[in-house]
C-alpha cells in the first residue's frame, strides 16, 4: 500500500471520528484522521460541549448547595469569580485531553493531518495540497450552533456553547432562546451562579421531546430557583445594550432587560465545504446526506457518523454508529441502525433521564401498552433527600396472562441522578427482560432505585383478579 493510500480515512476528531479510526487501528488497519486543528482533537464534546458543560453544572450545584445551608444556620458569602469557574473547568478539559491530543493518538499509530478535507474523486481526498485515497472514508464532521438573525444583536454579547466557556464578566440579565436541553442545563447553571436568568421559548413547553408530565415538573424546579420563563414566545428584536424585546403568542410585544443572549436553537451540519458532489453523495432535500439504514451514501465507500448523520445528536449516538461501522466493516454479516433502545439525559437539577419508546411512537407503531406513573411523595428516599417531586414513567407490554414477562418498552424520570438511577430499567429494555426480572430484585433499603420496582409491583397489583384473590384465601385456609 502506497504512503497516500490508506485503508480508512475520517474526516472529523471528534466522538465519531476517534471511535471509528481507532477501532479499525485496534484491528490493524492502516488509518488517516484529518481536522482542521489540533485544537479540534476531541471534537465538541470535549472542548465546548459535554464536558465543560457538566463540569460547569458540577460548580453551579456545590454554590447552589452553599446558600440552602442558611437554614441551619450556616451563612455563606462573597462574589462569584467567573474566571476562577471558568480556569477549573478548563483544568477538566486538559485532564482529559491528555489522552485526546494529537502527540498522543500518534503515539497509538494513528496517522494524523491537521488541515481541511475535500473530495477529489469517490475514493480521495485533497487535505494540504495532496490527494490521499481511501478504500472507506467516514464523515464525522459534527454541527455547530444555529444562530438566528435577530434586528440589533449586535448590541449585546451573544453566546452559544462554542463561546460560553471563555466567559469574562457574568452577565447580570442573562438571555436563554430556546427551551431544549443546552438551554435548560444552561440556564440553570448560570441561575445559581448568579445571573437573573429568562428562557424565551416558540412553542408552548419546554423539553418538547420528553413527555409533558416530566416537562412541567422540571419547570416549576427551575421557577423555584428564579427562572423566569416565556413559552409561545420569540426574541423580536434587541434596541440597546440592555434591552431586549419579545413577541408573545406573536403579538403583543415585551421589552426586558438583557446584558447576554445564550442562543440554545438547534445545530447546524458541518459538511458544506467537502464537495460532496465529487464524491457522488447525495442530499436529501432539507440539505442532510442521504443514508441508508447502515449510515451508508449514495457512494458505497462512504459512511457519515455522529451528528452529521442527523439522526441522534448525542456522543453516545457517535459511539452507537461508531460500533455499526466497525462491525460492518469487518463482518460479513452486516447490521442496520435501531434507536428503539437509545437513551439520553437532561443533566438538569433534577436529572432527566429517558429511554426506549415514547408514547408518540408506541401509538404511532400501533404497539399496545400500559402507561405506569409513580410520583415520589411517599418513597422513604425522596421523602429523606427532599425530592418527593419526582416522577418516573413507564410503558410495558400490555398483557393479559404471564404478565411477569411484559417487557419494558420505554420510559422517563425526572429526580437527581436520574441518569443513573433509570439505568437497569434500560438494560432490561435492551436485553428484553421481563418485568418480573426487576421484580424479584431485593434492594438495599432506603436506595432510590427501589422506585423502579415500586412501580412495577403497584402495577401487579392493580391486575390481581378478585377470583384469583379468593382462590389464594381459600388455599390460604385450608
Known amino acids: 500500500m502506497k504512503d497516500n493510500e490508506f485503508d480508512i480515512i475520517v474526516i472529523g476528531a471528534g466522538s465519531a471520528g ?45 454554590i447552589h448547595h452553599s446558600k440552602t445551608v442558611k437554614k441551619y444556620g450556616l451563612q455563606s458569602s462573597g462574589t462569584i469569580s467567573i474566571n476562577e469557574v471558568m480556569a477549573e473547568i478548563q483544568e477538566k478539559k486538559e485532564i482529559i485531553r491528555e489522552h485526546e491530543n494529537v502527540d498522543f493518538l500518534r503515539e497509538k499509530g494513528l496517522q494524523i493531518i491537521l488541515g481541511t478535507a475535500k473530495f477529489l474523486s469517490k475514493n480521495s481526498l485533497e487535505i494540504n495540497g495532496h490527494e490521499y485515497y481511501g478504500k472507506n472514508i467516514v464523515i464525522g464532521t459534527g454541527s455547530s450552533p444555529r444562530i438566528i438573525d435577530v434586528k440589533g444583536l449586535v448590541h449585546v454579547k451573544v453566546y452559544t456553547n462554542d463561546n460560553l466557556f471563555e466567559m469574562n464578566d457574568l452577565p447580570e440579565h442573562f438571555l436563554f432562546v430556546g427551551g431544549g436541553p443546552v438551554s435548560m442545563e444552561m440556564g440553570q447553571a448560570f441561575s445559581r451562579l448568579g445571573s437573573k436568568v ?16 416530566i416537562s412541567e415538573v422540571l419547570q416549576e424546579r427551575l421557577e423555584s430557583e428564579g427562572v423566569v420563563f416565556h413559552l409561545n414566545s420569540e426574541l423580536f428584536k434587541i434596541t440597546s445594550e440592555s434591552r431586549a424585546v419579545l413577541k408573545i403568542n406573536g403579538g403583543k410585544e415585551m421589552a426586558l432587560p438583557v446584558d447576554a443572549i445564550f442562543m440554545g436553537l438547534g445545530r447546524v451540519l458541518n459538511f458544506k465545504n467537502l464537495n460532496l458532489e465529487k464524491a457522488g453523495v447525495d442530499l436529501n432535500e432539507d440539505g442532510t446526506i442521504s443514508l441508508d439504514s447502515k449510515l451508508r451514501t449514495s457512494n458505497k465507500h462512504i459512511f457519515v457518523s455522529g451528528d452529521a448523520a ?15 461501522l466497525l462491525h460492518n466493516f469487518l463482518s460479513p454479516l ?15 437539577d433534577p436529572e432527566v433521564g429517558t429511554f426506549g419508546y415514547s408514547e408518540l411512537e408506541l401509538k404511532k407503531n400501533k404497539v399496545p401498552y400500559k402507561r405506569l406513573e409513580l410520583d415520589f411523595s411517599e418513597n422513604d ?98
Open 18 to 62: 476517534l471511535g471509528s479510526a481507532l477501532g479499525m487501528l485496534k484491528m490493524g488497519m492502516k488509518v488517516l484522521m484529518v481536522d482542521k486543528s489540533a485544537e479540534n482533537i476531541g471534537g465538541e464534546c470535549l472542548n465546548t460541549g459535554c464536558v465543560p458543560s457538566k463540569a460547569l453544572i458540577q460548580i453551579a450545584k456545590k
Open 198 to 213: 429568562t428562557i424565551v421559548e416558540h412553542g408552548n413547553r419546554i423539553l418538547k421531546k420528553e413527555d409533558e408530565k
Open 310 to 324: 442527523n439522526n441522534l445528536m448525542f456522543s453516545h449516538a457517535a459511539e452507537m454508529h461508531s460500533k455499526l
Open 334 to 348: 452486516k447490521k442496520r441502525l435501531h434507536t428503539e433502545h437509545f437513551s439520553w439525559v437532561t443533566f438538569t
Open 381 to 478: 428516599r425522596a421523602i429523606v433527600d427532599g425530592f418527593q417531586y419526582g416522577k418516573l414513567i413507564l410503558f410495558i407490554e400490555k398483557k393479559n396472562i404471564f404478565v411477569g414477562n411484559s417487557k419494558i418498552l420505554g420510559g422517563s424520570m425526572i429526580a437527581p441522578n436520574s441518569g443513573e438511577i433509570i439505568q437497569e430499567l434500560i438494560l432490561a429494555n435492551t436485553a428484553g427482560l421481563g418485568i418480573g426480572t426487576v421484580m424479584n430484585k431485593i434492594y438495599a433499603y432506603p436506595t432510590a432505585s427501589n422506585v423502579n420496582k415500586i412501580i412495577l409491583r403497584r402495577h401487579m397489583l392493580t391486575i390481581l383478579r378478585p377470583w384469583l384473590k379468593n382462590l389464594m384465601k381459600w388455599y390460604y385456609r385450608l
